[in-house]
């Protein structure tokens, strides 16, 4: 069982930056590729970016490339995501997901796991 717990969010003015944690439980966290997604309301899920087992691929949505960056350290069992310029339309909960079975994927249905969430507000 893999818990990942997300932290970080919060309010930030338009042009801000945050950054986003999110810490697993798990022992072997270097085989699963992770993935943040994002969910405003009325809205559908999306993906927002991924990182490969190694960390030496990275996948970004078009909408946040250039924009956010996609880490992680495997000796803190930890995956980040850092935003910058942000945007109000950036507003949303995010998700940070374990992938068990590939090394990274945009599609949500392929992730295991997945974290509660945390709110990002982003004011104009």
């Known amino acids: 069982q893999v818990q990942l717990v997300e932290s970080g969010g919060g309010l930030v003015q338009a042009g801000g930056s945050l950054r986003l944690s999110c810490a697993a439980s798990v022992s072997a966290f270097s085989s699963y590729a992770m993935g943040w997604f994002r969910q405003a309301p009325g809205k559908e899920r999306e993906f927002v970016g991924a990182i490969s087992w190694s960390g030496g691929s990275r996948y970004y949505a078009d909408s946040v490339k250039g924009r956010f960056t996609i880490s992680r350290d495997n000796a803190k069992n930890t995956v980040y995501l850092q935003m910058s310029s942000l945007k109000p339309e950036d507003a949303a909960v995010y998700y940070c997901?374990?992938?068990?079975?590939?090394?990274?994927?945009?599609?949500?249905?392929?992730?295991?796991?997945w974290g509660q969430g945390t709110q990002v507000t982003v004011s104009s």
């Open positions: 997901a374990a992938c068990a079975m590939l090394d990274n994927s945009r599609d949500m249905y392929e992730y295991d796991y």
